[in-house]
C-alpha cells in the first residue's frame, strides 16, 4: 500500500509519553483516548527506539497478510546485540514456536498439525466447556454469597486452562503452575519489557519448558490416543531423528498452551466488565440470545486481549507512504486498528447488534491458531452468565497490570445478586 501523503513528523518526546500513559494502570483501564492519540500522530509513525508504530487499520492488515513482513525469527533475533532483550532466554526459547517462524519452516510446522482446532475438534469440545463454565459459576456464587468474589481468578482465569489442560490431557494438579508460567513468560513478548520482567520470563520459561519436556517423554515413552501422542506419530514421520522430533513436539504443546492461557483469560473478564458498563446492550443481548456470536466478535473488537504485534520488513518496502528498510522493525497496534474509523464508523462506541470487524486474531499465515477455541469459550460463557446471572454486577474497577502489548487483568470483584 502506497500513499502520496507526506510522513508526519512527531516529537519523539510525545511518543514516549503518550506510550508510558497507555502502559499506566490508568492509561489499561481506559486505553481508548490514548489509542485515538497515537492515530492522530499518523499511520505509521517512528518508535523513539527504532522501528515504527502502526496506527490505523489499512497499513497494520497489510502487515500482518503480506508475505513481505516476516515474524521476529531466529535470523533476525541472531543478528541483535548480545546485550539486547532479544538474546535473553526466554526469547530465543520462543524463536522455535509458531509466533516467530516464517515460511518453510512456519508452512512445515501447521501442516504437522493440520487444523489444530477445527470444526470437529470445537464441537467434541463444546460439552465440556460448558460443563466447565457452569462449574465455574456455580464456585462463584458460591463464593460471592451476599457479598462479592474476584471473577477474574475464579472464572476469566480458570476457565482457558481447564480447556486447553483437558485436550492436552493435562493433569488439572497442574493447571495452577501452568498459569503461573504463562502469565510470566509473556513478558519475553512485551513491547519494552523491563529488566526485572525479563529476568521473570526466563525463569518462567525455564519452567515450562521442564514441564513440557517431560509431559512429551511421558508420551513418547506410553503413547496413546491424544493429542501430543498425534503430534509425536506425525513427527515422526517428517524427521527421522527422534530427540528433534521430540523438540518439536515441545514447541507446539508450549505454545498452544501460553497462547490458550494468557490471552482468553483477560478476555473473559473483560467480557464482563465491558457488558457491566454497557447495562442496555447487556439488556437487548439477553433478549436477544441468537446476537451471542456477534457480541462476542464485538468485546474481540472493542477491547482485543494482545494490543501489538511485532514484524520485521523481509525487503525495502514503502508503507502508507513511508520507506521502510529490510530488516526494520514495526509493531502493528492491534487495538489502536480497531478503533480507526475507517474499518467502524462510531469505533469508540461499543454496540453489539453490530457485525464488528477486527484484526484482534492477526492475519495471513500467522493468524491465531486458537481464535476458534476462545470464541467457543466466551459464547459458552456469556450465555451461561446471561441466563445464570442476570444480577452479576461489577463491584470495583478491575485491577490491570501496566502492559503495551499484552492486557491482563489481575483481579475484578463481582456480586452475584
Known sequence: MQSSASPTVVDSRSVVALLSRL?????????????AGLREMGDVVPAPWGGYLVTRYRACDEVLRSPDWLALDHAWRARQSDDSRWSTPSSRE?????VALNPPEHTRVRRSVNTIFDRATLEALRPKVRRVANTL???????????????????????????????????????????????AQAYAQELLPV??????????IR???????ALVARRRAEPGDDV????????????????????QVYALAMFTVIASLETTSTLLSTMVWT????????????????ALADAVEEVFRYDPPIAVTTRYAG????????????????????????????LTPDAAAFDVTRRARHISFGGGIHYCIGAGLARLEAGLLLEAILRRLPALRVTAPPTWEPRLAFRRITAMRVSVR
Open 23 to 35: 502502559r499506566s494502570v490508568a492509561g489499561q483501564a481506559d486505553p481508548l483516548p490514548l489509542y
Open 94 to 98: 520462543l524463536e522455535q514456536t509458531l
Open 137 to 183: 459459576l456455580d464456585t462463584l456464587i458460591e463464593q460471592a454469597g451476599d457479598a462479592d468474589a474476584d471473577f477474574a481468578e475464579l472464572v476469566g482465569e480458570q476457565l482457558p486452562v481447564a480447556t486447553v489442560g483437558h485436550w492436552l490431557g493435562v493433569p488439572p494438579e497442574d493447571f495452577d503452575l501452568l498459569r503461573s508460567l504463562t502469565h
Open 195 to 204: 529488566k526485572r520482567q525479563l529476568r521473570a520470563a526466563d525463569e518462567a
Open 207 to 213: 519452567g515450562l519448558r521442564a514441564y513440557f519436556t
Open 228 to 247: 501430543i501422542s498425534a503430534w509425536l506419530r506425525a513427527w515422526d514421520a517428517l524427521e527421522p531423528d527422534r530427540d528433534l522430533a521430540d523438540e
Open 275 to 290: 457488558l457491566d458498563r454497557h447495562p442496555r446492550q447487556r439488556a437487548w443481548l439477553r433478549a436477544h440470545p441468537m
Open 315 to 342: 525487503r525495502d518496502l514503502v508503507l502508507a507512504g513511508i520507506p521502510i528498510a529490510r530488516g526494520e522493525v514495526v509493531h502493528t497496534m492491534l487495538a489502536s486498528a480497531n478503533h480507526d474509523p475507517s
